[in-house]
């Protein structure tokens, strides 16, 4: 019998962890495994102790271990394999198989393109933080807690954070792709992702691409904003290179874009869904899991 856990960090907003759980579900419609399950670092459950517990209990011999992770950061190279040994000291007649984390995947530049074409306007840029209040659980410390996302705040909401560009688009528009991805401390960790923007631009003769960091590196995302429309762009889509909702893509990443399109209204400015909602990245996952399945029966 074999069992896979996708391994993930988890997050403080209520809800944040139901794109994983759409993951979940597809793989085990999938049929490849016994048993699915997600575990957790922080925050969100089960933890990943628990996921293991829960596994093994079904009389689960095999583990495949899937990092919910675009990139092999801290939480990848240093905290897994401590939840690893872990595991393997409490449960020494179980094998754990450690699958990559989704890297330089091809697909990627195809789901970002797909994604770019089905960007919204300012108007509906709340919608990720309106799915996550859907999930509610009233915890303390949601970034929602006392705002008027908040089911229990009893807070109304403010009706005028959409901005609109003051000026129509031209008849010819010059699109562009503003991948806004979060960043890593350690350079090597994005490199995946810069292939994937080297691919879509490759891909493309007139669309701009152009990424941009929250944290960590530069170009931040107000500098990739800027270098988009110094090459000319009319229209920014900005695709979100993450897989949870989180408090980054619910809030952070539409009040960047409102400051944008306020600092250019020339410029009609989108947002499109973020990467963990597309259904390939569960074809990404299953994988994963079936390389590292194949390295450790091809090294017995």
């Known amino acids: 019998m074999n069992g896979l856990i996708l391994f993930s960090h988890g997050s403080l907003l209520c809800g944040s962890d139901q794109t994983l759980l759409d993951h979940v579900n597809q793989i085990r419609s999938h049929g490849s495994f016994d048993h699915v399950a997600p575990g957790f670092m922080n925050y969100s459950s089960p933890t990943f102790d628990d996921a293991v517990s829960e596994t093994v209990a079904l009389g689960i011999k095999r583990i495949v271990v899937v990092p919910y992770f675009l990139v092999p950061g801290k939480f990848v ?19 754990f198989i450690v699958a990559d984390s989704i890297g330089a995947d091809s697909r990627l530049a195809n789901i970002l393109e797909e994604l770019g074409a089905s960007g919204d306007t300012s108007e509906n840029w709340g919608c990720h933080a309106d799915h996550a209040s859907k999930y509610c659980s009233d915890r303390s410390d949601c970034p929602l807690r006392s705002t008027a996302l908040c089911p229990v705040s009893g807070i109304v909401a403010d009706q005028g954070l959409a901005v609109s560009p003051s000026k129509p688009n031209s008849k010819d528009p010059k699109p562009a792709l503003l991948i806004m991805v979060h960043g890593s401390p350690r350079e090597t960790a994005n490199i995946p992702m810069f292939e994937v923007v080297e691919q879509l631009r490759g891909g493309s003769k007139t669309t701009i691409v152009e990424p941009g960091f929250m944290e960590c590196n530069q170009p931040d995302i107000p500098t990739a904003i800027a270098n988009c429309v110094q090459q000319g762009a009319t229209e920014i889509t900005a695709v979100p290179y993450f897989l949870h909702t989180g408090n980054h893509v619910a809030n952070d990443l539409p009040e960047l874009l409102r400051e944008a399109q306020t600092q250019y209204p020339e410029v009609l400015f989108k947002l499109s869904n973020y990467l963990g909602t597309s259904p390939h990245i569960t074809d990404i996952l299953l994988d994963r899991a079936a390389e590292a399945i194949s390295r450790f029966e091809a090294a017995e």
């Open 77 to 95: 190279r240093v905290d897994l394999p401590k939840y690893i040994a872990s595991s393997r000291a409490q449960y020494p007649d179980v094998e």
